[in-house]
Nanobody, 115 residues
Framework: QVQLVESGGGLVQAGGSLRLSCAAVGRIGSILDMGWYRQAPGKQRELVAAISSTNYADSVKGRFTISRDNAKNTVYLQMNSLKPEDTGVYYC????????????WGQGTQVTVSS
């Protein structure tokens, strides 16, 4: 079974930075994609960034950067110039090829940006 271990969330003032990490552990097989989603209370979960295409949500372009360390099966999200609207729970997702494509989600990490 694959598990995703997230870390790096916390409290930060507007204009600050955070770096999220997500490590995939277990019987991984082949990783097809890794990405980050976020969800604010009462709102839909949205895609923030995906490593496969290095595509970003319009709201974070120029401020967030996704990267990976293949040797560690880890994906990162560097978040700069944070705004209060970035507040939410950030989820890592990994797509693994094991008898077909399978999605695995991290437990989520809270990011709170204060004014």
């Amino acid at each position: 079974q694959v598990q995703l271990v997230e870390s790096g969330g916390g409290l930060v003032q507007a204009g600050g930075s955070l770096r999220l990490s997500c490590a995939a552990v277990g019987r991984i097989g082949s990783i097809l994609d890794m990405g980050w989603y976020r969800q604010a209370p009462g709102k839909q979960r949205e895609l923030v960034a995906a490593i496969s295409s290095t595509n970003y949500a319009d709201s974070v372009k120029g401020r967030f950067t996704i990267s990976r360390d293949n040797a560690k099966n880890t994906v990162y999200l560097q978040m700069n110039s944070l705004k209060p609207e970035d507040t939410g729970v950030y989820y890592c997702k990994v797509v693994v090829w094991r008898m077909g494509a399978n999605d695995y989600w991290g437990q989520g990490t809270q990011v709170t940006v204060s004014s």
